[in-house]
């Protein structure tokens, strides 16, 4: 799980969001508690246009910690491309 981690972050900071997404996507049905994967993930998920997800995904980590104000950035602007 945590090389799907690292793998998915060197792909989200190569410019490959959508690969990132597919590999963080699977690393946080291995450990669905963790909130930096699905920090990682739902960056790779906006970043690959999926913002409707994205939104999704930031928003859990918001409703699992309310003081996480990265977490709520990423919800407004995932929720504000998404139209």
Do not use: C, H
């Not at 690292?6 to 590999?23: E, F, M, T, Y």
């Not at 699905?38 to 999704?56: D, G, I, K, T, V």
């Not at 980590?61 to 407004?76: K, Q, R």
């Amino acid at each position: 799980m945590y090389d799907w981690y690292q793998r998915g972050i060197g792909l989200l900071k190569d410019g490959s969001p959508a690969a990132a997404a597919a590999l963080l996507e699977r690393a946080a049905e291995a450990e669905p508690d963790s909130r930096s994967i699905r920090e990682a993930l739902a960056r790779a998920q906006f970043n690959s246009r999926q913002y409707e997800l994205a939104a999704r995904t930031f928003r859990w980590i918001v409703d699992a910690n309310p003081a996480e104000d990265y977490a709520y950035f990423g919800l407004g602007l995932a929720l504000w491309a998404d139209g």
